[in-house]
């Protein structure tokens, strides 16, 4: 009913630039709080950036002054500029959204992306 759709992800030289996208489909009353988390083979998945409906934001540690994180509300779509990339930033990145639907609007339901590979090459 919904799905998050990501792109942009990709290999990228250190010190280099990616952006990647997160829309979200399908019958949507609104999107609330959006955020981006990242994964390394191993390890739990951590959260990198979040951005709330009034464009509100919080960074982890490790990307503030590097990432900027960003939404259109109109069309239900987060982005993530990410600048400065260095191989530590290496992971599966996943888009995560908060959801009410048309048919349940007393509810919000939690939502994922399929995941996008971001590789830094040293």
């Known amino acids: 009913q919904v799905q998050l759709v990501e792109s942009g992800g990709g290999l990228v030289q250190a010190g280099g630039s990616l952006r990647l996208s997160c829309a979200a489909e399908?019958?949507?009353?609104?999107?609330?709080?959006m955020a981006w988390y990242r994964q390394t083979p191993g390890k739990q998945r951590e959260v990198v950036a979040a951005i709330a409906t009034d464009g509100d934001t919080r960074y982890a540690d490790s990307v503030k002054g590097r990432f900027t994180i960003s939404r259109d509300n109109a069309k239900n779509t987060m982005y993530l500029q990410m600048d400065s990339l260095k191989p530590e930033d290496t992971a599966v990145y996943y888009c995560?959204?908060?959801?009410?639907?048309?048919?349940?609007?007393?509810?919000?339901?939690?939502?994922w992306g399929q995941g996008t590979q971001v590789t830094v090459s040293s």
């Open positions: 995560n959204a908060d959801v009410v639907t048309n048919d349940r609007v007393q509810y919000e339901f939690d939502y």
């Open positions: 399908g019958n949507i009353f609104s999107v609330n709080l």
